[in-house]
């Protein structure tokens, strides 16, 4: 692996080719905000793909994309006199000392080189109480969460609701997720796990009763706050409900690809096969692809 110096001019070259190219490509003098978002949303969903995949090779890659597009912001907003890639360095540094009160003391937000706990005494780089508040020390991840919430309702920037934080674009099953997680780190949370379940059996008998009815518009309202309440027991037991959908829409897409290549290879079309012929392709895929 690579030094500490090594990263920063690694880091600084790249800087230097960006420049570059935004002063000398015409496709890259001509980006903006705008044309460029879509291509960030993009990118990210590449790297997610990477990540789920485990592909190490393809994680590097697609993390130099999503670099590639942070730092171009970061340009066009220094073109602008707005502000510039050490700035936004400096912002999430001070963010993350002062988020992280059982790391760094409060005198370390400016540092040039801040310094974790405990604090040493004589220091010229430190100042202040020797010791963490009460409320800065943590035993658990659980802590460390609800702190993190507590200081962003604090900071004048901050989020002005337990909930702000949560942007409105998040695909709908990690909203509910976070939602439900920022809730419980101020103590809205039941207090024994199992009782979900008598939520969750409660939201599924009154989302049949409106199928019934088929009444599609009360139909649609059950199936939310029965899938809300789903998510809610999966956070409850630390599973995470988007890692599992996506699991098994991969699990579904390998074995209908085998249904198909199986089609394929007898000549007879997908379409012309019977339900039982491609539910014992299912069973014989299932099998081999566990």
């Given at each position: ?232 027991a999966a956070r ?26 199986h089609s394929i ?26």
């Open positions: 692996m690579h030094t500490k110096e090594e990263k920063m001019q690694a880091f600084g070259r790249f800087l230097d080719v960006l420049d570059a190219l935004r002063a000398n490509c015409p496709w890259d003098k001509k980006q903006t905000n705008e044309s460029l978002r879509p291509n960030t949303i993009e990118e990210t969903y590449e790297l997610c793909d990477a990540l789920i995949k485990n592909d190490i090779p393809d994680i590097c890659k697609e993390l130099g994309d999503v670099l590639l597009h942070i730092c171009f912001y970061a340009k066009i907003a220094e073109e602008k006199a707005q502000f510039d890639m050490a700035d936004v360095c400096n912002a999430l540094t001070r963010k993350m000392i002062t988020r992280h009160p059982h790391v760094y003391h409060p005198s370390q937000i400016e540092a040039e080189n801040p310094k974790p706990l405990p604090y040493v005494p004589g220091d010229s780089s430190q100042s202040g109480p020797a010791s963490t508040s009460s409320s800065a020390r943590v035993s658990s991840v659980t802590q460390v969460l609800e702190n993190w919430e507590q200081i962003k309702l604090k900071e004048k920037d901050g989020n002005k609701s337990v909930l702000s934080g949560v942007p409105d674009a998040l695909p709908s099953l990690i909203k509910a997720y976070r939602i439900q997680d920022k809730a419980r780190n101020v103590g809205f949370d039941w207090e024994d796990r199992q009782d979900v379940w008598k939520k969750v059996h409660e939201e599924l008998a009154e989302l049949e009763v409106e199928l019934n009815k088929e009444d599609k518009e009360k139909s649609t309202e059950e199936l939310g706050d029965f899938l809300f309440s789903v998510i809610n409850l037991y630390k599973l995470n409900p988007d890692n599992a959908l996506e699991k098994t829409n991969r699990k579904f897409i390998n074995r209908f690809n085998y249904i198909e290549a290879k007898i000549g007879k079309p997908l379409k012309d096969m019977t339900l039982g012929e491609m539910d014992a392709l299912w069973n014989e895929a299932k099998e081999k692809l566990k």
